[in-house]
């Protein structure tokens, strides 16, 4: 059968989704000695950088599903995985998936405390943690640890039991929200649900011309790492997962670099983070000729960074002298959330393009938005910034023991995102904000945080990435601009009057200071977005810091 054919197959098969691929696959034929997915730390004694096979890879799986059945973990029992590297969750999470258990994937960064408490409220059956997270064994958790995510691939394979036959509704995966404003919400969500983009699009759109070989700097932990892996897996490509950590927050850019010129992807995924780590280095120093996409989810990329992305990598074009490998790659934005399952609007960007301040392109063919005033639950005029209200098969069921936030964020048949957008006269949706972040000035003037700090790094090229914090105190609005500047940029330099231009006369005269900080001057969450609630925070209790100049 060839690749398009096995494909369109794995697409039309109703019993295919997030909690049985690898079975799907033995099921349908695919090659079991097909180099498929590659760590770059070791597995079970298989030394990293191994690229390992789909029999192998479901026999380590086995391994791990036998050993949680030995601990009496099944059908529908929540079970947490507190680990760093990339294979502890994947494996872990397609052996719970195996028994119809559902795997509560947690982000590695996570701090301790935060992970204890969210244990808590999970109210599971058991925990699995690493070395690098034992202090959690000091902690009150209601359930008991399982044991070390080193013991999990010590079982028999031959002991696994018959794969769980799952039903499109099954709940597969816990994961969580980022946190930016709470303890990070755990969010379900079912077997198709999960699948359905892959459903959707990744198997009936055209298969890029060659080899395809793709690099995830994605959080394993992330509904968008499980993607990535779930669709790699049914295309047939190669996908190498990272679990080295440059930073607390972000692999480094040296990581990523590095792992590129090694590794020689197509394609890259990250999230917004990933770019603005990317953003300290020259590029054109680095072999980046392999890369054709970089593909982002999560939050919408910055201009600035997307320009220095796609001016590097290639890209196939036919010639008089046939096909070759033109200079410039694409930038494929898809903003997402844990929540919408998936990324719901996507944009590609060139070499040459002109469409940024914050676009984020058309929806998906399977997502159904609507712009909505929410005090009368009506749609918002064109050009009019609303809420953004999501109908999607790939939306998460709901928020774990937590049924009041479930329908908090319902509104008329719309999930409501927590993002607010505008749509332009050709159907383009303008990102400006998060809900939680913007604040109304009065007399029709809004300052929108996002669509401040586009604004600045537009007017800063020296300022790598930057934080826009405003709060109202007493009828006042006051914001502080934090700077993160690139490795070569003067730090003695006054930016207070280019950031003042950038952001505009309304937003300007709430300014009260504009500072650079070091990268740890930033409160982020465990995926490396701004804790912007806490940020604010410090900026009520910083009254006395110095006035913008």
């Not at 943690?129 to 958790?141: F, T």
């Not at 639950?377 to 209200?389: A, T």
């Not at 502080?480 to 003695?492: E, F, G, H, N, Y």
């Amino acid at each position: 059968m060839g690749a398009d054919n096995f494909r369109a197959t794995l697409a039309a098969d109703q019993e295919l989704g997030a909690g049985n691929v690898l079975l799907r696959l033995a099921e349908h034929g695919a090659d079991p000695e097909m180099p498929r997915v590659t760590f770059d730390v070791d597995v079970d004694g298989i030394p990293a950088w191994t690229p390992l096979s789909l029999a192998t890879l479901t026999e380590r799986v086995a391994a791990r599903a036998a050993w949680f059945r030995g601990r009496g973990v099944g059908r529908r029992d929540p079970v947490a995985v507190y680990v760093t590297s990339a294979p502890d969750v994947f494996l872990n999470f397609l052996a719970l998936t195996w028994l119809g258990a559902i795997p509560a994937l947690m982000n590695g960064n996570m701090p301790v405390e935060l992970a204890a408490e969210f244990i808590r409220r999970l109210r599971g059956v058991g925990v699995v943690v690493d070395a690098d997270h034992a202090a959690l064994r000091e902690h009150d958790l209601g359930v008991e640890i399982l044991g070390d995510a080193a013991e999990t691939g010590t079982g028999d394979p031959a002991q696994a039991p018959p794969h769980y036959r799952h039903h499109p509704e099954d709940p597969v995966v816990i994961t969580h929200s980022s946190g930016t404003t709470r303890v990070p919400a755990a969010i379900v969500h079912s077997h198709h649900g999960l699948f359905a983009a892959v459903r959707a699009v990744r198997l009936t759109e055209s298969r890029p011309y060659g080899e395809v070989r793709e690099l995830s700097a994605l959080p394993a932990a992330h509904t968008a790492g499980i993607i990535t892996l779930n669709q790699a897996l049914c295309n047939g490509y190669q996908l190498l997962c990272l679990s080295a950590q440059g930073g607390p927050f972000a692999r480094s850019a040296e990581t990523i670099l590095d792992a590129i010129e090694r590794w020689r992807p197509t394609g890259v995924f990250g999230f917004a983070v990933t770019w603005s780590e990317l953003a300290r280095v020259d590029l054109t120093t680095r072999d980046l000729s392999s890369v054709r996409n970089w593909f982002n989810t999560g939050d919408c990329a910055h201009e600035s960074h997307v320009r220095r992305l796609v001016a590097v990598g290639s890209h196939p074009t036919w010639t008089r002298d046939g096909l070759v490998d033109a200079p410039g790659s694409k930038f494929v934005d898809m903003l997402g959330s844990t929540e919408m399952g998936h990324g719901a609007f996507r944009i590609t960007h060139r070499l040459g393009s002109d469409h940024y301040d914050r676009c984020v392109g058309k929806p998906y063919p399977f997502a159904e938005i609507a712009l909505l005033d929410v005090s009368t639950g009506e749609e918002v005029p064109e050009g009019q910034v609303g809420h953004v209200g999501l109908k999607s098969p790939t939306l998460a069921i709901g928020y774990w023991n937590d049924s009041v936030t479930t329908y908090r964020t319902r509104l008329n048949g719309y999930y409501l995102t927590g993002d607010l957008m505008y749509r332009d006269a050709d159907g383009n949706y303008h990102h400006v904000d998060r809900a939680s972040d913007a604040v109304d000035l009065g007399g029709g003037n809004w300052l929108y945080t996002a669509l401040s700090e586009e604004r600045i790094l537009k007017h800063c090229p020296d300022v790598r990435d930057c934080t826009v914090v405003a709060t109202a105190e007493g009828g006042t609005t006051v914001t502080d601009v934090l700077l993160l500047l690139a490795d070569d940029a003067d730090a003695a330099l006054d930016r207070t009057d280019r950031v003042r231009a950038a952001l505009g006369p309304a937003v300007a005269a709430t300014l009260r200071r504009v500072v650079t900080v070091p990268d740890d001057g930033v409160v982020m969450g465990p995926t490396g977005k701004v804790r912007k609630f806490l940020m604010r925070q410090r900026l009520l209790a910083d009254a006395g810091a110095p006035a913008a100049g």
